[in-house]
């Protein structure tokens, strides 16, 4: 079982766009109307010799009436549960909107890693400039286009080094360990924990 890394963010942010570009090929669908995503979507990817898992998810709506909204965040939920590493993806261009600040909000109140990923940054020239807003939120900050791959070496590069730092505690074989134990309890819990 490799770690996973979790795309977390609004509707059309941009996160199926950058799992495309990690992924070096078009595995999840995009266009600029948002809501194109909707069922999370998985895939294993590559850095160098470093692996992980990678989900997309579709973006969170808090207190929608839309039904679909609701299993939309049921599902990025899961994915934010599971999660070794969350991207909480956002828009440069639109700067930081209150929905983003509930996102941060929650991810927080989940206590896990997680880094914000300003998307749509098309160079170094507007990086000051777009990533000003996403100071308020308090993580470690990230500019890419993952439209045009700007930021994506040193995105990949914290990747990289964020698994390394897992691989302390969690080796290839832990990790598989770890994924057999916890399926031998699902079938057999009552027997490994007894009531």
Do not use: C
């Amino acid at each position: 079982m490799l770690p996973l890394v979790a795309l977390i963010g609004r509707p059309n942010v941009g996160k199926s766009t950058l799992f495309n570009r990690l992924l070096k090929q078009r595995k999840s669908l995009t266009h600029d109307r948002p809501g194109v995503t909707r069922d999370s979507i998985f895939a294993d990817m590559v850095i160098e010799e470093t692996r992980f898992s990678l989900v997309d998810t579709g973006g969170i709506v808090f207190e929608s009436p839309e039904e679909i909204e609701d299993e939309i965040f049921a599902q990025a939920r899961e994915a934010m549960e599971a999660a070794d590493l969350i991207l909480h993806v956002v828009d440069g261009r639109e700067g930081l909107t209150p929905l983003d600040e509930e996102v941060a909000h929650y991810l927080r109140q989940r206590g896990k890693d997680v880094l914000v990923v300003v998307n749509k940054v098309d160079g170094a020239e507007l990086e000051d400039v777009l990533l000003a807003d996403f100071h308020t939120l308090g993580v470690s900050l990230l500019a890419v286009s993952s439209a045009h791959g700007y930021g994506m070496n040193e995105l990949s590069a914290t990747l990289e080094s964020r698994r390394k730092a897992l691989d302390l505690f969690w080796p290839d074989l832990a990790w598989d360990l770890f994924a057999l134990v916890l399926t031998e309890t699902d079938r057999l819990g009552h027997f490994l924990f007894p009531a």
